[in-house]
């Protein structure tokens, strides 16, 4: 799967499974963005996390910007001659990162609670 270049968002396999992360640094790009669609804010984030830069923020929206752009968004001129060639490599790549998406979104990254026995 091709994932934008984006220097700051790295995947390596031995580092957190494989997923984007924010420069290799063990902060998955879903945490990142899940921080931020909580309400917390940029300041906050830097705070608790101070091996993050204010870039690194910038760069996980980006990311989850351009993976969601539709399939249209960026087609090649018509004097392309691969331009059918294109569409259907553009066309599985973005099939497959969705399903990559659908699994970060499924994830539960909380422990269920205990349950309470006798």
Known sequence: MNFPVLSRITLHPT??????TVRGLRYPVWQVLDWLAAGQTEAEI???HPALEPEDLRSCLAFAAERLKPLG??????NDENSAEW???RQSQ????????????ERNPTPPAAASGA
């Open 15 to 20: 580092i957190c499974q494989g997923q984007p």
């Open 46 to 48: 830097l705070a608790a």
């Open 73 to 78: 968004h960026t087609l090649p001129g018509p």
């Open 87 to 89: 569409l259907l490599s």
């Open 94 to 105: 973005w099939l497959a990162e969705q399903e990559f998406l659908k699994q970060l979104w």
